[in-house]
């Protein structure tokens, strides 16, 4: 079965210090993978697709960027935080032509930039 | 543009049906979602409706989509304390090519005694 992980579950980092958050994938090859961002209180706004290995597409400008040095791994990383860059981060796969059944999330990453 | 809108919050009693609806701009989406998230938890699928169809029922969850309005609901019978919870609703959308979907604010929904 497939299955995904992220980690940390938690974070707290200074302002100014890097970031970088790993979302692996199990069971499964050639997946397309996601990175969200839950902000409190607010909805999911989608940071980052990946169709394929060094394939990545950036959906909103931003203090972040993301790298996918393997099929199943999926890298979100910062050189600086942001105060503004707290939130909580999830990590999504989706097969390939499988979009239809949605995406399957982990369990998330809260970041907390102080 | 894509753009999904819920309201923010639902308080219901518990053993009521609660209905949490969500509106929808991109006509073309064939797939649209609903989902569940637990505090301090990832996003977990609840149900899926295809946009040829009217009305999708599983156990106590009824979807109900009504494309000319482009209005989805989904209605929890006998509402439980364990439902509450976020709840997102999803549309499917295609954009570069690739298949996305875009989330609602999400609803919270408080299920009280």
């Known amino acids: 079965s497939q299955t995904i992980h992220q980690w940390p579950a938690t974070l707290v980092q200074p302002v100014g210090s890097p970031l970088s958050l790993e979302c692996t994938v199990e069971?499964?090859?050639?997946?397309?993978l996601y990175w969200y961002r839950q902000a409190a209180g607010r909805g999911l706004q989608l940071l980052f697709y990946?169709?394929?290995?060094?394939?990545i597409s950036s959906e909103v400008p931003q203090n972040l960027s993301a790298s996918r040095p393997q099929d199943r791994q999926f890298i979100l990383s910062s050189k600086k935080l942001l105060l503004s860059d707290s939130g909580f981060y999830l990590c999504a796969w989706s097969g390939q032509g499988q979009a239809n059944y949605g995406y399957t999330f982990g369990s998330g990453t809260r970041l907390t930039v102080v | 543009g894509e753009d999904v809108e819920q309201s923010l919050f639902l308080s219901v009693r518990e053993g009521d049906s609660s209905v949490i609806n969500c509106t929808y701009t991109?006509?073309?989406?064939?797939?649209l979602y609903w989902y569940k998230q637990e505090p301090g938890a990832g996003l977990q699928l609840l149900t899926y409706?295809?946009?040829?169809?009217d009305m999708k029922q599983d156990q106590r969850l009824t979807v109900l989509l009504n494309k000319k309005d482009k209005h989805l609901s989904l209605r929890i019978a006998d509402t439980q304390t364990g439902d509450s919870a976020i709840y997102f609703c999803a549309e499917k959308t295609i954009s570069g090519g690739y298949n996305k979907l875009i989330f609602g604010a999400g609803t919270r929904l408080a299920v009280h005694p």
């Open positions: 990946s169709v394929g290995i060094g394939q």
């Open positions: 991109d006509s073309s989406s064939t797939y």
């Open positions: 409706i295809f946009s040829n169809m």
């Open positions: 069971g499964t090859s050639n997946p397309n």
